[in-house]
């Protein structure tokens, strides 16, 4: 049974959030606010974390900031009244690996729910111990792994997830649409920018070492893997 994190300060919501979970068979712990959130997440483990932004003491980015820095798998959706899209990419770029916008029907919040718990989907393009070597980079699937010209590199496991998706298949246009079913579970995810978030932190990371330029936009359809020196390329990829 999967465990679920409630950081709601919303007597109301956590309340309703919690008793939709628990009725569809979760595991559910709650906390009213950011610090009692990160002590639970710490000392529980859930697998998955429903984590308001506006929350007292800990506020919804600095939360998932400083628990993706311990943590590198749990889902973290962030649920938030925001609609603004710079919130929505602050908060992917926090940490988060998705989002759903207050007010949300308790059947899209169990569907988020479901897409972002079926680990064995997203985890199923890192359980063998594959080895990708390309330009330079060296890619341990399975140790889930990656070096860049010699150096080792951290990613979070959604970069990590389109990185292996994308350098498994070098050359194939891959769209949004298929990335967010192998890497999200999602049959269609809800918005491209939580792809297009990730795609940049993966770039950035990439590009701090690398004499190559990996990820190439094909705008409006998704993007391609191709190890292109930088020199005949002149550019990166946008």
């Known amino acids: 049974m999967a465990r679920i994190l409630v950081v709601e300060d919303d007597p109301i919501i956590r309340q309703t959030v919690d008793y939709a979970l628990r009725r569809a068979g979760f595991d559910t712990l709650t906390a009213s606010d950011g610090k009692e959130g990160l002590a639970l997440a710490e000392q529980e483990l859930p697998d998955l974390i429903l984590l308001d932004l506006m929350l007292p003491g800990v506020d919804g980015y600095t939360f998932a900031e400083r628990l993706r820095a311990k943590d590198a798998e749990v889902a973290i959706v962030m649920v938030t009244a925001l609609d603004q899209e710079r919130d929505k990419v602050r908060g992917l770029d926090a940490g988060a690996d998705d989002y759903i916008t207050k007010p949300f029907s308790m059947e899209e919040l169990l569907a988020r729910v479901r897409a972002n718990l079926r680990r064995v989907r997203e985890r199923q393009i890192l359980?063998?111990?594959?080895?990708?070597?390309?330009?330079?980079?060296?890619?341990?699937?399975?140790?889930?792994?990656?070096?860049?010209?010699?150096?080792?590199?951290?990613?979070?496991?959604?970069?990590?997830?389109?990185?292996?998706?994308?350098?498994?298949?070098?050359?194939?246009?891959?769209?949004?649409?298929?990335?967010?079913?192998?890497?999200?579970?999602?049959?269609?995810?809800?918005?491209?920018?939580?792809?297009?978030?990730?795609?940049?932190?993966?770039?950035?990371?990439?590009?701090?070492?690398?004499?190559?330029?990996?990820?190439?936009?094909?705008?409006?359809?998704?993007?391609?893997?191709?190890a292109t020196p930088l020199s005949e390329n002149g550019a990166r990829g946008q």
Do not use: C, N
Not at 158 to 164: A, D, G, H, P, S
Not at 183 to 201: A, C, E, K, M, N
């Open 127 to 226: 359980d063998h111990d594959d080895v990708i070597e390309t330009g330079d980079l060296r890619i341990e699937v399975g140790q889930f792994r990656l070096w860049v010209a010699g150096q080792p590199v951290k990613l979070r496991l959604k970069e990590f997830q389109l990185l292996v998706a994308l350098a498994a298949d070098p050359g194939l246009l891959m769209s949004r649409q298929r990335l967010a079913r192998e890497v999200w579970g999602y049959d269609f995810l809800p918005s491209s920018r939580t792809i297009d978030v990730h795609i940049r932190r993966l770039r950035q990371a990439l590009e701090e070492y690398s004499a190559y330029d990996y990820i190439q936009t094909v705008h409006g359809i998704g993007y391609r893997f191709d």
